[in-house]
Protein backbone atom coordinates (compact mmCIF):
# COMPACT_ATOMS: atom_id res chain seq x y z
CA UNK A 1 0.00 0.00 0.00
CA UNK A 2 2.95 2.39 1.08
CA UNK A 3 4.56 1.68 -2.76
CA UNK A 4 1.29 2.35 -4.19
CA UNK A 5 0.81 6.02 -2.28
CA UNK A 6 4.50 6.65 -3.45
CA UNK A 7 3.72 5.86 -7.03
CA UNK A 8 0.57 7.90 -6.85
CA UNK A 9 2.33 11.28 -4.55
CA UNK A 10 5.40 10.89 -7.23
CA UNK A 11 3.29 10.89 -10.75
CA UNK A 12 1.27 13.75 -9.12
CA UNK A 13 4.71 15.46 -8.34
CA UNK A 14 5.74 15.12 -11.97
CA UNK A 15 2.60 16.35 -13.19
CA UNK A 16 3.01 19.93 -11.03
CA UNK A 17 6.71 19.86 -11.82
CA UNK A 18 5.78 19.65 -15.30
CA UNK A 19 3.68 23.06 -14.68
CA UNK A 20 7.31 24.60 -13.14
CA UNK A 21 8.34 26.63 -16.76
CA UNK A 22 7.14 29.62 -18.25
CA UNK A 23 4.99 30.39 -21.16
CA UNK A 24 7.10 28.81 -24.15
CA UNK A 25 6.30 25.69 -22.39
CA UNK A 26 2.54 26.02 -23.24
CA UNK A 27 3.80 24.43 -26.86
CA UNK A 28 6.13 21.90 -24.36
CA UNK A 29 6.09 18.26 -25.87
CA UNK A 30 2.66 16.79 -25.10
CA UNK A 31 4.93 13.48 -25.14
CA UNK A 32 6.21 14.60 -21.56
CA UNK A 33 3.21 13.88 -19.66
CA UNK A 34 2.58 10.33 -20.48
CA UNK A 35 6.37 9.14 -19.60
CA UNK A 36 7.41 7.42 -16.99
CA UNK A 37 8.20 9.64 -14.28
CA UNK A 38 11.97 9.01 -12.16
CA UNK A 39 12.71 10.61 -8.93
CA UNK A 40 15.64 10.84 -6.99
CA UNK A 41 16.91 12.19 -3.44
CA UNK A 42 19.08 11.41 -1.08
CA UNK A 43 16.13 11.11 1.51
CA UNK A 44 11.95 11.30 1.19
CA UNK A 45 9.12 11.65 3.91
CA UNK A 46 5.99 11.07 3.12
CA UNK A 47 3.95 11.99 5.65
CA UNK A 48 -0.34 10.91 5.03
CA UNK A 49 -2.12 12.30 8.17
CA UNK A 50 -0.73 15.56 6.98
CA UNK A 51 -0.22 15.70 3.30
CA UNK A 52 2.79 16.53 2.77
CA UNK A 53 5.59 14.92 0.54
CA UNK A 54 9.42 16.13 1.35
CA UNK A 55 11.99 14.84 -1.15
CA UNK A 56 15.70 16.21 0.13
CA UNK A 57 19.39 15.85 -1.19
CA UNK A 58 20.61 16.05 -4.65
CA UNK A 59 16.55 15.53 -5.90
CA UNK A 60 16.52 14.71 -9.54
CA UNK A 61 13.32 14.52 -11.63
CA UNK A 62 13.19 13.20 -15.27
CA UNK A 63 10.47 12.61 -16.81
CA UNK A 64 10.58 12.01 -21.24
CA UNK A 65 12.10 15.57 -22.14
CA UNK A 66 11.89 17.30 -18.50
CA UNK A 67 15.12 17.28 -16.09
CA UNK A 68 14.96 19.14 -12.89
CA UNK A 69 16.97 19.34 -10.04
CA UNK A 70 16.75 20.76 -6.49
CA UNK A 71 17.98 20.74 -2.76
CA UNK A 72 14.78 19.89 -1.60
CA UNK A 73 11.01 20.06 -2.96
CA UNK A 74 8.22 19.55 -0.93
CA UNK A 75 4.50 19.03 -2.31
CA UNK A 76 1.09 19.65 -0.16
CA UNK A 77 -1.90 17.78 -0.82
CA UNK A 78 -5.38 18.46 0.09
CA UNK A 79 -8.12 15.81 -0.49
CA UNK A 80 -5.39 13.40 -2.34
CA UNK A 81 -5.10 16.29 -5.22
CA UNK A 82 -1.72 18.09 -5.31
CA UNK A 83 -2.32 21.75 -4.20
CA UNK A 84 0.91 23.44 -4.10
CA UNK A 85 4.62 22.46 -4.93
CA UNK A 86 8.07 24.08 -3.60
CA UNK A 87 11.30 23.58 -5.18
CA UNK A 88 14.17 25.40 -2.97
CA UNK A 89 17.56 24.95 -4.48
CA UNK A 90 21.08 26.71 -5.17
CA UNK A 91 20.19 26.70 -7.61
CA UNK A 92 16.58 25.17 -8.44
CA UNK A 93 17.02 24.09 -12.62
CA UNK A 94 14.11 22.79 -14.81
CA UNK A 95 14.87 22.06 -18.87
CA UNK A 96 12.27 20.64 -21.17
CA UNK A 97 12.71 20.50 -25.09
CA UNK A 98 9.52 22.60 -25.91
CA UNK A 99 8.92 21.42 -29.69
CA UNK A 100 10.97 19.97 -32.78
CA UNK A 101 11.31 23.57 -33.99
CA UNK A 102 12.56 25.09 -30.53
CA UNK A 103 15.21 24.73 -28.44
CA UNK A 104 15.67 23.90 -24.72
CA UNK A 105 13.84 26.35 -22.37
CA UNK A 106 15.82 26.38 -19.31
CA UNK A 107 15.39 27.99 -16.31
CA UNK A 108 16.79 28.28 -12.99
CA UNK A 109 16.22 30.17 -9.21
CA UNK A 110 16.38 29.63 -5.84
CA UNK A 111 13.35 29.06 -4.98
CA UNK A 112 10.10 27.73 -7.07
CA UNK A 113 6.40 28.03 -5.93
CA UNK A 114 4.15 26.08 -8.40
CA UNK A 115 0.32 26.74 -7.20
CA UNK A 116 -2.37 24.41 -8.44
CA UNK A 117 -5.27 26.30 -7.27
CA UNK A 118 -4.20 29.84 -8.69
CA UNK A 119 -2.61 27.82 -11.94
CA UNK A 120 0.66 30.29 -10.74
CA UNK A 121 4.25 29.07 -11.14
CA UNK A 122 6.75 31.57 -8.80
CA UNK A 123 10.39 31.28 -9.87
CA UNK A 124 11.99 33.74 -6.64
CA UNK A 125 15.38 35.20 -6.50
CA UNK A 126 18.13 35.33 -8.88
CA UNK A 127 15.30 34.09 -11.83
CA UNK A 128 16.44 33.65 -15.58
CA UNK A 129 14.65 31.65 -18.00
CA UNK A 130 16.36 30.81 -21.35
CA UNK A 131 15.62 29.66 -24.77
CA UNK A 132 17.08 30.37 -28.02
CA UNK A 133 19.53 32.76 -26.84
CA UNK A 134 16.71 34.87 -25.26
CA UNK A 135 16.94 35.86 -21.58
CA UNK A 136 14.92 36.87 -19.27
CA UNK A 137 16.60 37.68 -15.82
CA UNK A 138 14.40 39.12 -12.43
CA UNK A 139 14.91 37.99 -8.55
CA UNK A 140 10.97 36.91 -8.82
CA UNK A 141 9.18 36.20 -12.13
CA UNK A 142 5.36 35.63 -11.81
CA UNK A 143 4.16 33.55 -14.54
CA UNK A 144 -0.29 33.03 -14.55
CA UNK A 145 -0.62 29.58 -16.62
CA UNK A 146 -4.80 30.51 -17.19
CA UNK A 147 -3.98 34.13 -18.26
CA UNK A 148 -0.57 33.61 -20.26
CA UNK A 149 0.41 36.55 -18.01
CA UNK A 150 4.19 36.80 -16.92
CA UNK A 151 5.25 39.28 -14.36
CA UNK A 152 8.57 40.46 -13.47
CA UNK A 153 10.33 43.26 -11.30
CA UNK A 154 8.16 45.90 -9.06
CA UNK A 155 4.44 44.51 -10.71
CA UNK A 156 5.60 41.68 -8.69
CA UNK A 157 7.11 43.30 -5.68
CA UNK A 158 10.55 42.43 -7.18
CA UNK A 159 13.90 44.64 -6.15
CA UNK A 160 15.38 44.57 -9.41
CA UNK A 161 14.70 46.17 -12.68
CA UNK A 162 13.70 43.24 -15.48
CA UNK A 163 16.36 42.00 -18.01
CA UNK A 164 15.60 40.93 -21.06
CA UNK A 165 17.91 40.16 -24.04
CA UNK A 166 15.95 39.05 -27.34
CA UNK A 167 18.26 37.58 -30.12
CA UNK A 168 17.83 38.65 -33.96
CA UNK A 169 16.04 36.19 -35.84
CA UNK A 170 19.11 36.29 -38.37
CA UNK A 171 21.25 34.90 -35.02
CA UNK A 172 18.42 32.67 -34.19
CA UNK A 173 17.90 31.06 -37.43
CA UNK A 174 21.85 30.57 -37.96
CA UNK A 175 22.33 28.79 -34.68
CA UNK A 176 19.75 26.15 -35.61
Known amino acids: ?11 QLGYALLLLALPSLA ?9 PLYIEADSVELDDRSG ?3 YSGNVEL ?3 TIHMTADKVI ?10 VVAEGNPVTFQQKTSEKKGVVKAQSK ?5 LNSDTIFLIEEAVVTQDGDVFKNDRITYNRSSEVVRAGASEQGKQRVRITI ?3 NKKQGAQ
Open 27 to 35: AALESDKDQ
Open 167 to 169: QSK
Open 52 to 54: IST
Open 1 to 11: MKQYHLLLRSR
Open 62 to 64: NQG
Open 111 to 115: RAEYD
Open 75 to 84: ITQKEGDTDH
